[in-house]
């Protein structure tokens, strides 16, 4: 239980760092090694990361095919308009849908930093917080007046993820950024 509440005040403490922190500079650096990322995926992040390894093995068995996206994988949807992000595997629309990757690329740089509490400090506020908007869209017609970003967290996963991907570009390290 002391685990549990020491969980809990540690990963409440790491948000409002990071929400103040982030008012500055909502950037978290990509490692600039493939190996460096999925290391710390893997261990650090593995939370998420395992998480995106069971969602990735169950639409693989239900027969979707992922995509590789920067240094993530990706399973297009084509009657999606959301993203999720696990670790390095996220899902998002088939089409029109590059800044949102981006966007979903970003969250997972966030969890090599953010790590087991990935899931409490970004990953569940951003969850509920998109799902009470669409709600609020959708079922009571009443538009939002803040902008997605206008949260830290969404914010800081947008930048990185543009940040990243336009570097990988520039350096054109013969990585195919769109899985084709």
């Not at 993530?72 to 629309?93: H, L, Q, T, Y």
């Amino acid at each position: 239980m002391t685990i549990v509440a020491a969980y809990l005040v540690i990963s409440v403490l790491l948000y409002i760092l990071l929400a103040l922190k982030c008012r500055r500079n909502p950037v978290f650096s990509m490692p600039k090694s493939r190996a460096v990322y999925l290391i710390l995926t893997y261990t650090w992040g593995l939370p998420m990361a395992l998480t995106g390894l069971f969602t990735g093995a169950v639409l693989m068995i239900m027969g979707n095919r992922p995509v590789k996206y920067g240094w993530n994988i990706c399973f297009e949807f084509e009657k999606i308009s959301w993203g999720v992000s696990f670790g390095n595997i996220f899902i998002s629309p088939k089409h029109n849908s590059e800044e949102l990757k981006m966007h979903e690329h970003g969250h997972g740089i966030q969890n090599i930093y953010l790590g087991f509490f990935m899931p409490l400090v970004v990953s569940l506020p951003s969850a509920v917080r998109f799902w009470f908007r669409e709600i609020r869209e959708k079922r009571f017609r009443k538009k939002l007046k803040k902008e997605y970003d206008s949260i830290w967290f969404e914010r800081s996963a947008s930048i990185s993820g543009k940040k990243f991907m336009s570097s990988l570009r520039w350096r054109n390290d013969g990585s195919d950024t769109n899985g084709r």
